[in-house]
């Protein structure tokens, strides 16, 4: 049996006043997500505990088939482990944006854009380079990722402040969003220190000259210590893969045993390279029994409030990857497919929500199959009755004992 995960991040969405009371999904033109809705069985998926931050790192932690309530630390040390980065049992990992912030240095500073106009890798590494040199040491570390995602590694850290996500606040002045408690004045000065390294820095100059944002400030969140996990790999007996553009999801995907699949091209965006994502996953499941593949582009898309980009990114994942790996799967043997969203991300809020977001998945078995003949959008999902909460549950069912699935 081979197992596939595609996930599209952030897909789900609310009902949008500008779409006539339709959901992008809705919208969207997904001959192949309907198809494994309408043949398979369709659902909706719980992945956001009560009481935490409704993130594609708990949401994912979930879908993976662990219980964040026991097992989530933070969105750092995650990264880190994409990285390559050895966190001791005293270090704290950062999450670093690369932001720009209006209004900077006045009480009126605000959280203009948390991507710094979607800076380069090749920028930002440039400018974490610099950072570093300048404010590193033993204890700090700065570490360049992708586009505007850094991350920074407080060794033997003193405390854990209270931060929040910059993708939260996009618009709202910042200062009721510092970080905050015990430990966050250091952070806050770092902040600050790292502001001034970046008033003159080259790369804001050049940036500027084109008509671009600038990368004046950086945004610390989403720390914490390294978690301890049973790897998937060993739990389910198999080999299995990670395909993603971003640092939050290959990290997951280490830490549970997933073996990081790098797609020449993925960006994190809508420009990302579709078509080699699908080849990679079916190239994987010639040789591994699981493969997750994970799609940044509708999140990104919602997060901007840009709702043609969001519809036009579904209908990407729906074309070249649902469809290929749909069409071609089938060649490697008995197969079981899930797709689904980790958690809503409305174009409306521009921002993550914990509602409960629609999963579709589709055997090879036709006993296995509950073919209710439904799209797959959020209403639809809704109407089938099947609700998997908690949903770090969905996993265990997905890959041991689909076969006697038939409801909550």
Not at 77 to 82: D, H, K, Q, R
Not at 217 to 232: E, F, N, T, Y
Request: proline content about 7%; charged content about 20%; glycine content about 12%.
């Amino acid at each position: 049996m081979k197992y596939i995960v595609l996930l599209g991040d952030g897909m789900a969405d609310y009902p949008c006043g500008i779409l006539g009371g339709k959901t992008p999904l809705q919208c969207a033109l997904t001959p192949f997500l309907d198809q494994i809705a309408s043949q398979g069985t369709l659902g909706l998926i719980d992945t956001i505990p009560e009481g935490l931050t409704p993130g594609s790192d708990v949401a994912n932690l979930s879908v993976l088939g662990y219980n964040p309530e026991e097992t989530y630390t933070g969105r750092g040390p995650l990264e880190a482990a994409s990285m390559g980065i050895h966190l001791g049992p005293n270090d704290i990992a950062y999450r670093c944006n690369l932001v720009c912030i209006g209004e900077a240095g006045t009480d009126q500073a605000y959280m203009d854009d948390f991507t710094s106009g979607h800076i380069s890798s090749s920028e930002a590494r440039e400018i974490i380079t610099d950072l570093n040199r300048h404010l590193g040491g033993p204890s700090l570390q700065f570490f360049p990722g992708v586009g505007y995602r850094h991350l920074l590694v407080w060794r033997n850290a003193a405390g854990s402040p209270q931060t929040t996500a910059p993708h939260d606040i996009p618009g709202k002045a910042i200062a009721a969003y510092l970080p905050a408690g015990e430990s966050a004045p250091g952070i806050n000065d770092l902040m600050q220190k790292a502001a001034e390294v970046l008033k003159d820095h080259p790369v804001n100059a050049r940036r500027v000259a084109q008509g671009k944002k600038p990368s004046n400030s950086i945004w610390l969140w989403g720390q914490g210590g390294k978690p301890k996990l049973v790897l998937m790999t060993q739990k389910y007996d198999f080999k299995g893969g990670m395909i993603s553009a971003v640092d939050l999801l290959n990290g997951l995907g280490t830490i549970v045993g997933l073996k990081p699949l790098r797609v020449e091209g993925a960006t994190g965006y809508i420009d990302t390279n579709f078509e080699g994502k699908a080849k990679m996953a079916l190239d994987a499941l010639r040789f591994m029994d699981f493969v997750f593949l994970h799609l940044e582009a509708p999140d990104e898309m919602g997060h901007e409030g840009n709702i043609e980009g969001k519809i036009l990114a579904i209908e990407l994942f729906d074309e070249k990857i649902v469809g290929p790996i749909l069409n071609n799967i089938g060649k490697l043997g008995d197969y079981r497919i899930l797709v689904l969203s980790d958690h809503p991300t409305p174009v409306e809020l521009k921002t993550h929500v914990g509602d409960p977001s629609p999963f579709a998945i589709l055997s090879s078995r036709p006993e296995e199959n509950q073919a209710a003949g439904r799209p797959f959008t959020e209403a639809a999902a809704k109407e089938s009755g099947i609700m998997v909460s908690p949903g770090y549950l969905l996993m265990e069912k997905f890959i041991r004992d689909w076969g006697t699935f038939r409801g909550n």
